[in-house]
């Protein structure tokens, strides 16, 4: 049995990851050359958006597909090692429980399976699926699918939990739920990696976030910087007659484009922005401040036009 | 592991459509084609009794059914997610084959029981060796069954599996046998190609041979060997998602 701790110094190391998948229009560079080093006992947020080659990485870590080039190393095994140790548990972003189990059966049944285990008891706790333990998996609504899923993520007592969009299919409650149990797992100890497209649930939930887009790593540190690089918000409002170049000296925006009437202002403190572009401009109409996206705060740190 | 085939089989017995297709289907039919024929005791110069003859040849049906059925479970659970969930667990491909097939030789042992009772409802009767010998035949003729099962669970999707289990099930058993004695011609030499011919012929244990011939043995190994390859081929390429 693996036992790594936040003592330890293991790591798990992913280098030079690629893989490409044939499609008919030609290869698809799913993940171009990555490399991730990660030490024990951190919560590491993938964050990028659908398509970025989280869930390749993933699998890749994981074990379930094999890279074209480079290499995995988890706790100094390979990833199919380190699973036959029971060192790994994991949530795949796809998938649902086999049926005719109740959920304590089949957490029982997959508890089995592990060299030290959890007590059922203690996953159902942990995962907070009381209510549910003991109804048949078809009877499931998605949100109870996904968190009855994680408990037998966590059965395994792993070294490693890998969490591939875990809060797809579940309500804003269960959500909480979710990330509250999650964060008990990680104050043992643990070592997480989960995968995102959602800045709050990075920024709220890890201690690094490393960035993923077209296959790459943008950017790869502490959520707070992550946060402030991808946090960025767009002004958009009705002012025909303003030049360019005097808004884009506003405090607070980095970037402008003109849409018809429109303008539309990228900024990295919207707060600033919005007092700067009353004060010059009085008479500007119909303002919109919206959060830019992720898919938009790649645009803006990759400058790559998909 | 044994918690594990416990629950495996708990899950699979508590699926109806189980008893239904596997063992419902199965007896249905050999009441109402063994039934009306019970008097005939050299059913088509094969030397054997209606009776017999179909419950054996209903048994090689219903058991077929039952452990291809294998297949149908692993699409399942394959369109779920759940083998590349048991990938990451230290659960060995070893472990994962022998207990699907423990599962399917229990719940193919239920469809035999239950046949053989309705044989000896319609008078079927034979020395206790000859049954013990016939049981044998067909557990061993299974094998090929069931990696064919694992085979197609994990080439084939939930919604194309249902017609190709129908398929496969419907000309095996035709030419082998199951409905009506293939003694010659050119359906013949196709026939003793197959394995539910000698599946079939399981029941010639009551002329005082031994049922199988050195050919029988040899087919029936050979398909078992080529399809066990080819079933754990399958499931070790089949990694990605679904």
């Not at chain 1, 995968?195 to 887009?213: F, G, I, K, Q, S």
């Not at chain 2, 508590?14 to 059913?43: C, D, Q």
């Not at chain 2, 994962?96 to 035999?112: D, Q």
């Not at chain 2, 050195?214 to 079933?231: D, E, N, Q, T």
Request: aromatic share 8%; glycine share 10%; proline share 4%.
């Amino acid at each position: 049995m693996v036992s790594a701790t936040a003592n330890d110094t293991t790591t798990i190391s992913l280098q030079g990851l690629t893989k490409s998948f044939a499609s008919p229009a030609g290869p698809v560079h799913a993940v171009r050359g990555i490399d991730i080093e990660i030490r024990a006992g951190e919560t590491v947020a993938l964050l990028g958006p659908n398509g970025a080659g989280k869930s390749t990485t993933i699998d890749m870590l994981l074990g379930l597909l094999p890279p074209d080039s480079g290499s995995v190393s988890v706790f100094g095994r390979s990833p199919t090692g380190a699973i036959a140790q029971g060192a790994i548990g994991a949530m795949l972003q796809t998938g649902s429980l086999i049926r005719d189990l109740s959920v304590r059966e089949l957490l029982d049944m997959m508890a089995s399976l592990y060299p030290g285990p959890l007590g059922v008891d203690e996953v159902i706790d942990l995962a907070g699926i009381g209510e549910i333990a003991d109804r048949r998996t078809q009877r499931l609504s998605g949100g109870e699918t996904q968190r009855a899923r994680f408990a037998v993520a966590l059965v395994s007592n792993p070294a490693l939990l890998v969490l591939d969009e875990p809060t797809v299919a579940m309500d804003v409650e269960s959500r909480h739920a979710f990330w509250d149990s999650m964060r008990g797992f990680a104050a043992r100890g643990k070592t997480i990696i989960f995968a995102t497209h959602y800045l709050e649930e990075a920024d709220a939930n890890a201690d690094r976030a490393v960035l993923m887009a077209h296959g790459s790593i943008v950017a790869d540190g502490p959520t707070t910087e992550i946060k402030a690089m991808v946090g960025l918000r767009t002004i958009r409002a009705t002012l025909p007659d303003a030049e360019l170049a005097a808004l884009e000296a506003l405090a607070g925006v980095t970037s402008v484009e003109r849409r018809g009437q429109a303008i539309v202002l990228h900024c990295a403190d919207s707060d600033a922005a919005i007092r700067a572009l009353l004060a010059a401009y009085p008479d500007v109409r119909d303002i919109e401040i919206t959060g830019a996206g992720l898919e938009q705060a790649f645009l803006q740190l990759t400058g790559v036009e998909t | 592991m044994i918690t594990f085939a416990r629950y495996e089989i708990v899950r699979t017995f508590r699926n109806r459509r189980f008893f239904i297709f596997s063992v419902g289907f199965p007896v249905v039919l050999y009441f109402t084609i063994a039934g009306p024929n019970r008097n005939e005791h050299n059913f088509a110069n094969s030397g054997l009794p209606a009776a017999l003859y179909y419950m054996v040849g209903l048994t090689a049906f219903g058991t077929m059914n039952t452990v291809l059925s294998t297949g149908t479970r692993i699409a399942g659970e394959r369109a779920a997610g759940w083998n590349r969930q048991l990938r990451l667990t230290p659960l060995s491909t070893r472990d994962y084959f022998r207990t699907k097939v423990v599962v399917a030789y229990l719940m193919a042992c239920i469809t035999i029981i239950v046949l053989y009772a309705s044989g000896i409802s319609l008078g079927v009767s034979l020395p206790a060796g000859e049954w013990a010998r016939m049981t044998g035949l067909i557990l061993v003729g299974l094998v090929p069954f069931i990696a064919l099962g694992v085979l197609m669970g994990h080439l084939l999707t939930t919604d194309s599996i249902g017609p190709a289990m129908g398929g496969t099930t419907a000309l095996l058993s035709l030419l082998g046998g199951v409905w009506f004695p293939v003694n010659s011609g050119a359906l013949h030499d196709i026939a003793e190609a197959l394995p539910s011919y000698w599946l079939v012929q399981a029941s010639h244990v009551s002329l005082g041979g031994h049922g199988w011939t050195a050919k029988g043995w040899f087919i029936m190994a050979a398909w078992a060997v080529v399809l066990a390859f080819a079933a754990s081929w399958a499931y070790r390429r089949d990694t990605q998602r679904v």
